[in-house]
Every structure is written in structure tokens, then in C-alpha cells.
């Protein structure tokens, strides 16, 4: 079975700390894709990352970086220098890439909040 | 590009009435569907279509219906709304109906019913 876990439900941080996001998936695929969305207090879900399970490089883009872990099941979303901006929901999610029919694993959120 | 759109943005309900959620997309996705998201339950998959007159039920089908005679529409129909209905729902299309790609969400319909 597919399981997203997203054990932090909510943060709080002061303004320019960093702040790590953790997700742990479980599946039984050798193939699998593992995303990362934020959900603004506006409410639309932005897509920011995509990652398979060939791929164990660590992305950074600006602020924000990335650590994928498959020995412990893990893909980390770390902020640094976090900005009021960066408020939001935040999930994890996985997908099976299988041939038809696919479904996309969500884990219940992390609530980030960046305190001025 | 207008992407995923949905409407209504928000609709109130009593129980029992009946209603369609719209969603359009205009990426020619195959992959459409929907989610609802509860309040620390994440996003729960309701439906999905892998392309025109292709449908399957996800996680939480019961009490909505859903057809696909287009590859851009997908609504979403309410038979006859509960309370437990009461939730943001959320339209998504995707490039790959093999979950390779990234979700397009639209931006949500608040739904409450009465």
C-alpha cells in the first residue's frame, strides 16, 4: 500500500530561520515519483518539485532545497532564511507511475507559518 | 493559458439538493480529477479519468458522480447533498496519466451544505 506521511502537522518560525519539512513515504514500487505543493492562505496548490525514484540528487532552487533519501524512505523540504511569503500549507506526495489508472498519494499537510 | 478552471468558487447547499461542479482544462491533459480536502485529512481523491469516456472511482466516491464526453470537461456531480459533503474541492489534470507529471489544481470550489 501507498502512504504519505507528513508527521508535522503545524511550524512556527521567526523570519530568516531555516526550517526543514518532513515527509516519508511508503510503497512497494520500485518506480515512483514523489512531488512537493504549497497551498497559500489564497488556497490554490502550487506545484514546486518532482522527483522519481532514480533520481537521489538533492535539488536546490533559490531558498529552497530538496533531500531524497530512498534508505529511509524520505523526501525533505528544507526553507532557508524563511520569509513571511512562505506561509502556507505545504504537502508531500507520492505517485506509482503505473500504467493506467494512476492515483496520487497526498500526506495531510505541514502548516508552515513565519512569524515577522 | 487559462489552465484548470473551476466553477463555482463557492455554493451553499441544503440537504438534499443536487449540483455539478465544473472543471475545464485547456492543456489537453488525458488525466482529470478530483480531490476534496478536509481539514487535517490532506486531499482525498473523490474521481479520476484517464481520458473522454474513461472514469474510475478513487478513495471517496460515494455520493458523486462523474462523467468525461471531452477531453477538456470533467464535472462533478452532487446527487443528493449531505453535511459530510461540506468540504473544498479541488479539480487537477495531469500530462500523464501514469502519474509521471505534476497535477495542474484549479482553485478550488468551497462547498456547505446545510
Known amino acids: 500500500a501507498q502512504k504519505v506521511t507528513q508527521a508535522q502537522t503545524e511550524i512556527s518560525v521567526v523570519e530568516k530561520e531555516d526550517v526543514t519539512l518532513d515527509c516519508v513515504y511508503e510503497t512497494r514500487d520500485t518506480t515512483y515519483y514523489l512531488f512537493w505543493y504549497k497551498q497559500p492562505p489564497s488556497g490554490e496548490l502550487v506545484f514546486l518539485i518532482r522527483?522519481?525514484?532514480?533520481?537521489?540528487q538533492n535539488e536546490i532552487s533559490g531558498r529552497y532545497s530538496w533531500n531524497f533519501q530512498k534508505s529511509t524512505s524520505s523526501f525533505n523540504f528544507t526553507i532557508t532564511a524563511s520569509q513571511v511569503v512562505d506561509s502556507a500549507v505545504y504537502f508531500c506526495?507520492?505517485?506509482?507511475?503505473?500504467?493506467?489508472?494512476?492515483?496520487?498519494?497526498f500526506g495531510t499537510g505541514t502548516s508552515l507559518t513565519v512569524i515577522p | 493559458n487559462a489552465g484548470v478552471t473551476q466553477t463555482p468558487k463557492f455554493q451553499v447547499l441544503k440537504t438534499g439538493q443536487s449540483m455539478t461542479l465544473q472543471c475545464a482544462q485547456d492543456m489537453n491533459h488525458e488525466y482529470m480529477s478530483w480531490y476534496r480536502q478536509d481539514p487535517g485529512m490532506g486531499l482525498r481523491l473523490i474521481h479520476y479519468s484517464v481520458g473522454a469516456g474513461i472514469t474510475d472511482q478513487g478513495e471517496v466516491p460515494n455520493g458523486y458522480n462523474v462523467s468525461r464526453s471531452t477531453t477538456e470537461d470533467f464535472p462533478l456531480r452532487l446527487l443528493s447533498a449531505a453535511p459530510s459533503q461540506t468540504s473544498v474541492y479541488f479539480c487537477?489534470?495531469?500530462?500523464?496519466?501514469?502519474?509521471?507529471?505534476?497535477?495542474?489544481f484549479g482553485n478550488g470550489t468551497r462547498l456547505t451544505v446545510t
Open positions: 506526495a507520492l505517485s506509482q507511475g503505473a500504467n493506467t489508472g494512476n492515483q496520487f498519494y
Open positions: 487537477a489534470s495531469s500530462y500523464s496519466i501514469r502519474g509521471t507529471s505534476p497535477l495542474h
Open positions: 522527483r522519481n525514484s532514480f533520481d537521489e
